[in-house]
């Protein structure tokens, strides 16, 4: 992370050289971003897609150059719905001199069927495939009462379709795998109502957004679902780490 120790300017450099905090680049970018928020930026900051710099007591100060990249990455998930890897693997490009092309847009989508779910990928499309039960058990090997006993305590959820969704075979197939290990699912009743706590709180950032009908605002609904999602889970396996480390000394 590079550091500076001096100011915003010295007087003589251009207003192209001057260092802004990250309030006046929230206020510069919700002219045309407004639902950008100064998390969405440290998270930015934190998967390496920007670099401010750093003042001797640690604050970030961002230069133009910052903020016209920052621009370039919201426009790229908002017009193209393009996740970060790919993001960051054009921005390196350009960098580098190559010439290299955004996907085109999409155009207008359909609105769902009644009941049709919107899939939450980042695109307003109805969602993919389900598995039914027989494919659900033979994921996870489980049995058809172990099923039923997880289903009874609310960590498999059946679709309305009577389907299964891909996380509900994820979650099918790490129920199963703790149960090796004698985690039954009334233990997992606490990991369960944590992950709906944080659920609510990524819930209550991104809920205005997916009121919307623009398909361009639902799809950064969903984008920056995701990523709180990712920080979420990231943050949760960090402390479950620490918990552990101070136990195990």
Known sequence: MRTTTGGAGNGTAGAADQLVSI???LNQLREEFPEVTISKIRFLEAE???????????YRKFSARDVERLGRILRMQRDHYLPLKVIREHLDAVERGEQ????????????????????ADGQDRPTAARVGRAE????????????AEWESYGLVVQGVDGGYDAEAVTVAKLVADLGRYGLEPRHLRAVKAAAER????????????????NPQTRAHAEATAKEL?????????ALV????????H
């Open 136 to 147: 659900l058990l033979a994921a996870s090997g489980a049995g058809e009462e172990e099923l």
């Open 48 to 58: 390496g897609l920007v670099e401010p710099q750093r003042t001797a007591s640690g």
């Open 198 to 213: 944080e659920a609510g709180l990524v819930e209550q950032v991104v809920a205005p957004l997916r009121r919307h009908r």
């Open 100 to 119: 290299v092309e955004l996907p085109a847009a999409p155009g207008p989508q359909r609105e769902p069927l009644d009941g049709e779910p919107w899939q």
């Open 23 to 25: 309030g006046t680049v």
């Open 241 to 248: 780490q620490t918990a552990l480390g101070v136990r195990l």
């Open 229 to 237: 999602a990712a920080l979420s889970v990231r943050l949760h396996a």
